[in-house]
């Protein structure tokens, strides 16, 4: 049983946010006690890509020039300025900017964390400043390594797996999807088969931890070796609030309640809001606000942090662009949780795929950032009347790419048209009459959008004009990665809802995470990080990584601030040169 007890710093969750500050505080030389609300640790970085947006990092500095390409900060902020718009915050900007590469190599130096450059074009790619290098992915992980921490790491989305194997880099997710008409792919295949089979036959599971499962384990193997405990199922109830500064919070533990007081502070990094049905009534749009949310992200992400935070005077920050980070979704019939949500990543953007609505017409580039096409549907919800959303294939696109929670060929698809997820027409008036699309306005569109795939020019609503959507093609399709025709039929067709990875919308914080009052004055003691805080980029979402990056950074600039205040220092870290406004 737990008792009441005194620590530095308590962390509030176990996502990428939550574990960079505790063991940013512990390098420091703090005592650190993480709380955790589920059975396991990992929150959603555990299920995400693992990777993280940092402009002028030293692996980006190499890649560049292995590629010819030349990046600079003031690139980065030019590039950053756009996205954010009107809802520039310059100084939280400036101190992302600024801490971002030093945050990477106190990580590496410090800790278990590894990066890997990543040539990926930003999600604006021909705006002013973008660039293709600021992108890096986490190096996969040995399980062996990990011990008695495996019963306790949050597991990949098990839809997402092949036979128990979770696809790591780029290039084994390429040769999967090629196996099946590529003899070179399926050896890649066939032996890194062989190696998983061994592992779970040696050791139970794969013994390759990748993408934000990897980054999870390494920040939780680096806590270990220090000693810092993570408390699971150990929900956070109250802040605890004292001559004038957070000085706890009280705990519901297994075991029953426990006081936990802090000499320096609390950081909150549970998740955001995505499944607070009030608080998306609030402040979602349009039928975001009251339909039953389709996301793939942990069921226990309800706003606990905010309503504790906000029962203290604390201001929620809802001057953004938009509410969330959005991703197109789809979903098993029965579904009850995030294990029946497929996350739509890859298949819409590659040639043979286009979405519509019930009339029959499309409404977006389908090949556009995941946050970006959600916005268009939306507008297209409300401009037609309806609440539905269909991405639409022939044959010879699934055979190839697979659709959602169907896999490519040869892996067989009966179960999905047994269920009903995945719907099948020999021609486009049969897909049409059983989905309830207009099946002569289907007909008009997929005639307009071939005639687009042979010139490779789409004239509606230019898909494959931009670097970001020709490098989520198909380099092997001509003459435009992005555009192939649908011909063959049979044709298919999932059902499209707008879902999010994560809430945008947050605490006020300030450049060190602190959260602010209606004044706009810091609370003593209390820090928010990751999706508990607004947004940094106002909403905006500039390349892969957008989300964990600033999770990452101030996770380690709130750990930072608390060490500095209690009188200590980061091991390695020089003072910081950002022009900040005064604390």
Known sequence: MRKDCTVDVLVIGSGGAGLTAAVTAMKAGLEVLVAEKDKVFGGTTATSGGVIWIPMNRH????????????????????????????????????????????????????EVRFHAMDFPDYHSEEEGASRIRSLGTVEYDAGKMGALMTGLRGELPQTLFMGLALGSSLEMKNFMKAGRSIT?????????????????????????????????????????????????????????????????????????????????????????PRDRERRRDHHPGVTATMDPVLPVPMGNIGDSARMAEALGARFNCNLATAAAWMPTSQLPGATDFTGVWPHLVDRTK???????????????????????????????????????????????VKRWGIGFVRPFPIPHGKYLRNGYLKRGKTLDDLAQICGIDAAELHSTVRRFNGFARTGVDQDYHRGASKYDRHHGDEENHPNPALGPLERGPFYAVRIYPGEISSY??????????????????????????????????????????????????????????????????PGVKEETERLAAE
Request: net charge neutral; charged share 20%.
């Open 60 to 111: 980006a500095k190499k890649l560049g020039a292995e590629i010819g390409v030349a990046d600079s900060i003031e690139n980065a902020r030019r590039y950053l300025q756009i996205e954010t718009g009107q809802y520039i915050d310059h100084d939280r900007i400036e101190a992302y900017l600024a801490s971002g590469p030093v945050m990477v190599d106190f990580m590496e130096r410090e800790t």
């Open 351 to 397: 040639p043979g795929f286009i979405m519509v609505t019930p009339d029959g017409r499309r409404f977006a580039n389908e090949s556009c950032s995941y946050r970006d096409l959600i916005p268009e549907m939306l507008r297209a919800f409300e401009e037609r009347g309806t609440d539905t959303a269909w991405l639409i294939a022939d044959h010879r696109a």
């Open 505 to 570: 919308k947050g605490l006020a914080t300030d450049v060190h995470a602190r959260v602010l009052d209606a004044a706009d004055q810091p609370i003593p003691g209390l820090y928010a990080v990751g999706n508990d805080q607004a947004n940094v980029f106002g909403g905006a979402y500039p390349g892969a990584g957008a989300t964990i990056g600033p999770c990452m950074v101030f996770g380690w600039r709130a750990a930072k601030h608390i060490a500095e205040t209690a009188g200590c220092t980061l």
């Open 185 to 273: 792919a399926m050896g890649f295949v066939v032996k890194r088969m062989i190696r998983h089979f061994r592992d779970v036959a040696v050791h139970g599971s794969s013994q390759s931890i990748v993408r934000g499962r990897a980054l999870i384990a390494r920040l939780a193997r680096t806590l270990a070796d220090g000693n810092v405990p993570i408390w699971l199922e150990s929900p956070a109830q109250e802040l605890i609030f004292d001559a004038g500064r957070v000085v706890g919070a009280r705990i519901e533990s297994p075991g029953g309640p426990v006081t936990v007081r802090v000499r320096h502070g609390v950081v909150l990094a549970a998740g955001g809001y």
